[in-house]
């Protein structure tokens, strides 16, 4: 399995789904709804700032940002953002962008930062021709200046899980925050293996919130 063979689940809903109904990982997921029109005034009435992504995705396409402030609703795509002052041509914009495709809505989390730029991290968890997974990288990606999402295709910076760590909350957290990220994906590749029998390599993203809590945006069975 350790070639990158192995069964791929597209559905970010579906393994969503998996973790949250094991009581050890659900905290560490935001809060998670399909994108309907009510699902998404619901969500920022309790969040004031909410992630969009497509269910099946990857490389930050599609991935919008979503403010409501005093002044009406912002989105932003990449570095451009739009301002609308009525919930109904707000949604109507999202949902043309949207282009058909399902989203999913997340509570946005606001991440640690390295001079002002968000940082998250991808651990890699593969399983080997012996059948053991093993943990084959912890790496932080920080975002290009002016963008939100952190992918390496739109701009990121790879750096070591230790150095992201170390920079964006304190050297004395590495080895704990490193430790917690090991200990959540080993829990969840177990609960997904078992749910989606013939998976052989994830990709986990996490993120770290300024106040230190460990978060799990999504997981990728087909990892870049």
């Known amino acids: 399995m350790g070639n990158g063979q192995g069964r791929q689940l597209a559905s970010k809903w579906a393994k969503t789904a998996v973790l949250l109904s094991n ?9 998670t709804r399909i994108f309907t029109k009510g ?10 700032m909410v992630v969009i992504k497509p269910v ?23 570095s451009k953002t739009r301002h609308f ?12 962008m949207r282009n058909g495709r399902r989203y999913l809505i997340q509570k946005g989390i606001r991440l640690a930062t390295i001079q002002g730029r968000p940082i998250d991290y991808r651990v890699k968890h593969v399983k080997q021709a012996d059948g053991r997974w093993v943990i084959t990288a912890i790496v932080g990606r920080l975002a290009r200046p002016g963008l939100f999402v952190t992918n390496l295709c ?69 990892p870049q």
Not at 191 to 201: A, D, N, R, V
């Open 23 to 31: 009581s050890q990982i659900a905290p560490h997921i935001p809060p």
């Open 56 to 78: 099946c995705g990857a490389g930050g396409h599609g991935v919008i940002k979503v403010t409501k402030q005093s002044s009406g609703y912002n989105h932003t795509y990449y």
């Open 39 to 48: 699902n998404l005034r619901n969500m920022l009435a309790s969040h004031s």
């Open 85 to 96: 002052v009525s919930f109904d041509a707000f949604y109507q914009s999202l949902n043309a």
């Open 154 to 222: 739109r701009g990121g910076t790879m750096l070591s899980g230790s150095e992201g760590i170390r920079r964006s909350i304190s050297a004395a957290a590495v080895s704990s925050k490193k430790q917690q990220m090991r200990f959540l994906t080993r829990l969840s590749t177990q609960l997904l293996e078992s749910k989606f029998p013939g998976i052989g390599q994830l990709g986990f993203d996490y993120g770290i919130d300024k106040s230190g809590k460990i978060w799990i945006f999504e997981v990728n069975t087909r």
